[in-house]
């Protein structure tokens, strides 16, 4: 069994009993609100994911828990809330959870090299703030994008548990939206995949045909529209207008972070092409190329 396969082995061990401590947290916590329900199971699988990436000493290993706990939502309001009785409501809802779930899961384990990887991020994290890295681990690598995500899920409660549908033009046109990020992320992330696997690689070369001929960020567009898909299905359903701080969330930080810091790291790395395509091509809207 070669590196890859061993260490992919590993993780999808890891989330194995991540899914059970998390299950059984949530079936012991009966006498609570469904809603606390989930955020206790959700705090208890982050904390031993992060044991697991100190255990590994490799933050990645928390990188699969941003597209695995959706599906794991989904699949405690399947058993919990009535499955066999769902509507066409709350299957489109679930299969667009389900493929943008197993899509970036199986996304990542094809990118995922091995154990000696570490995402950049963390990387350059673990250089700046030495001694006072495990506190940033937790907060920023772990707890906060399980707490974002969550955000950015709970409009669902009203489909899946507390709602009734309102406004279904706004249900299936915010379906549609959801629909369209996943397929942004999929042809994005498949013609990355291409690209990094291409022959003759130089340092300096950029990925600027197909879809990222039009936009630098079409991968987190397509994240952006899936969330923005989700919160329009939860307010179809007559979630409160508050719920919507997950997916304001979602734009703010691909938008100020996630898109700043690889945008800063691409100037680094392959610095006059990378200027170059910028002038050529929008940060994120696809738009015409301006060659």
Known sequence: MNNKRRALLEVTIMYIIVAIIGWITYDLLNNSEPLMRFIYADLVMTVATFIFSLIKRNSSVYDPYWSVVPFFFLLIWFIYFGGSDWQIYQWVCAIAISLWSWRLTLSWARGFPGWHHEDWRYVNFRNQFGKFFQPINFLGIHLFPTLI??????????????????????????????????????????????????????????????????????????????WIGLLGMGLAFDAPWYTSIGSVGMLLMFLFASIPMKEKQMIKNRASAFEKYKKEVSVLIPMPSKK
């Open 149 to 226: 995500v969550f955000l950015g899920m709970w409009p669902l409660f009203w489909v899946y548990d507390i709602g009734e549908i309102q406004f279904t033009f706004l249900f299936y046109i915010s379906a549609f939206i959801a629909f369209l990020g996943i397929w942004f992320e999929y042809i994005a992330d498949n013609q990355l995949a291409r690209f990094r696997e291409r022959k003759n690689k130089k340092k300096e070369d950029i990925l600027n045909t197909g879809i990222w001929s039009y936009s630098r960020n079409p991968n987190y567009l397509g994240e952006i529209l899936f």
